[in-house]
């Protein structure tokens, strides 16, 4: 089974990046399972996953990399088992650490190949690098690739600042600039980062 879990702060753009993802894959051929966990009792993502008729798993009400781990490892079984996936894409909620995700569910299934993409958003960087700036770098580190999304939304400016930072906390990471709305860049995105 191939595993992408998608890193990011809220409101990051994770949720439509998962659905690009999924077509694509989809487009392969293949089955696609998508794991959701959100703090809340209500699940937005999840529901609007959910309503596009991928094949939805929801966690809630805490956080799979602290005190939902053993719900995240045994809700793993159960998606090999029951759906049989061919690419299981994991959107952790925001405040999650995804290299602590990669950790826990690593020998849980049959994870040939499990990847960290981290999406950095362009257009809220320069608060959230004033406010968050060591958990963003916490939370994006261990990327095996990054996306800077929202490219459609900023100058050219903007996210040539982001690039460099990311290259700063992630030196030989490919970094890729993408707009999960208008398509833009997710073609060599994907090429570089998913298994296909």
Known sequence: M?????????????????MRI???????????????????????????????GLNTVELSEGCICCSLSGSLQSTMRQIESEIE?????????????????REIIRGTVDDEHVSIIGICDAQRFPVLKE?????LRMQLSKSDVLWINKIDAVEFENVFEVSTWL????PGVPIHMVSG???EGLDPAMADSLVL
């Open 2 to 18: 191939i595993i992408h879990i998608m890193g990011g702060f809220l409101g990051s753009g994770k949720t439509t990046l998962v």
């Open 22 to 52: 999924a077509e694509r894959y989809i487009s392969t051929g293949r089955k696609v399972a998508v794991l959701v966990n959100e703090i809340g009792e209500i699940g937005v993502d999840g529901a609007t996953i959910g309503g596009s």
């Open 85 to 101: 996936p061919d690419v299981l894409l994991i959107e952790p909620t925001g405040l999650a650490l995804p290299h602590k995700v």
């Open 131 to 135: 406010k968050k700036e060591d958990f």
């Open 167 to 170: 290259r700063g906390i992630c």
């Open 181 to 183: 709305v208008t398509g």
